[in-house]
T-cell receptor, first 117, second 112 residues
Framework: EAQVTQNPRYLITVTGKKLTVTCSQNMNHEYMSWYRQDPGLGLRQIYYSMNVEVTDKGDVPEGYKVSRKEKRNFPLILESPSPNQTSLYFC????????????????FGSGTQLSVL | GESVGLHLPTLSVQEGDNSIINCAYSNSASDYFIWYKQESGKGPQFIIDIRSNMDKRQGQRVTVLLNKTVKHLSLQIAATQPGDSAVYFCAEDSSGYSTLTFGKGTMLLVSP
C-alpha cells in the first residue's frame, strides 16, 4: 500500500531534549516536506526536499533541522525543543514536477502530535 | 469561507443535502489549486485539483469551481454523507511545491 509513515504518533518531551521524528515513503517520490499544524494558523511548511541531499527552508524553519540521505526517508530533527514547538506535525511527499512541469498532489502521513513541556 | 480566527468556520448540513465550501485565495499568480479533506486524527487527504486554465472540474460527487476574477475557489459536494464530515482545506501554488499555501480550513458537519 502506498503510504507516508511517520513515527511516533504521539511524543511528550521536555525543553532542550533533542528528538527526531521519522518519515518514510514507499512511493519513490522525489519531493518530501514537513508541515506543522496549529489552531487558527493552518498548515505551515517547515522544510522541504526536492531530492536526495537537496533540502530548503519553508515558511517556519527556525528550531528545526532535516536531512535527506536516502530518497525514502526525511527525518525532522529538533535539536533543542521549546514549548512553542508543541504542535501537530505532518510529513508529505509527491513526485517532483521538474522545472515548469505541472504539480502533483501531496500524500500526507497520519501526523505526530508533539508536546514540549 | 475560511477564516484567520482561532475557531474554524463551520458548515452544518443534513445528510443528502449538497454542500458548498468556499475559499478566497490571495495570490493572483497562483496557477494550481487543491482541495484536501482532513478527518479527525488523520493527515490531509487529496480530494480534487484544478489548474488556472480551467473554471470547473468534476470528480466523484465533488466539483471544484474556480473564479480567477475574484480569486475564489469553491468545493461542491453532492448528496453529502456523514462520512464527509471533516475539515476541508484549499491550497494554492504559484510556482511549485515549495510555495504551496494552505487555507485555514472549514469544518463540515453532516447530520444523519
Amino acid at each position: 500500500e502506498a503510504q507516508v509513515t511517520q513515527n511516533p504518533r504521539y511524543l511528550i518531551t521536555v525543553t532542550g531534549k533533542k528528538l527526531t521524528v521519522t518519515c518514510s515513503q514507499n512511493m519513490n517520490h522525489e519531493y518530501m516536506s514537513w508541515y506543522r499544524q496549529d489552531p487558527g494558523l493552518g498548515l505551515r511548511q517547515i522544510y522541504y526536499s526536492m531530492n536526495v541531499e537537496v533540502t530548503d527552508k519553508g515558511d517556519v524553519p527556525e528550531g528545526y533541522k532535516v536531512s535527506r540521505k536516502e530518497k525514502r526517508n526525511f527525518p525532522l530533527i529538533l535539536e533543542s525543543p521549546s514549548p512553542n514547538q508543541t504542535s501537530l506535525y505532518f510529513c508529505a511527499s509527491s513526485t517532483s514536477p521538474g522545472q515548469g512541469a505541472q504539480n502533483e498532489k501531496l500524500f500526507f502521513g497520519s501526523g505526530t502530535q508533539l508536546s514540549v513541556l | 469561507g475560511e477564516s484567520v480566527g482561532l475557531h474554524l468556520p463551520t458548515l452544518s448540513v443534513q445528510e443528502g443535502d449538497n454542500s458548498i465550501i468556499n475559499c478566497a485565495y490571495s495570490n493572483s499568480a497562483s496557477d494550481y489549486f487543491i482541495w484536501y479533506k482532513q478527518e479527525s486524527g488523520k493527515g490531509p487527504q487529496f480530494i480534487i485539483d484544478i489548474r488556472s486554465n480551467m473554471d470547473k472540474r468534476q470528480g466523484q460527487r465533488v466539483t471544484v469551481l474556480l473564479n480567477k476574477t475574484v480569486k475564489h475557489l469553491s468545493l461542491q459536494i453532492a448528496a453529502t454523507q456523514p462520512g464527509d464530515s471533516a475539515v476541508y482545506f484549499c491550497a494554492e501554488d504559484s510556482s511549485g511545491y515549495s510555495t504551496l499555501t494552505f487555507g485555514k480550513g472549514t469544518m463540515l458537519l453532516v447530520s444523519p
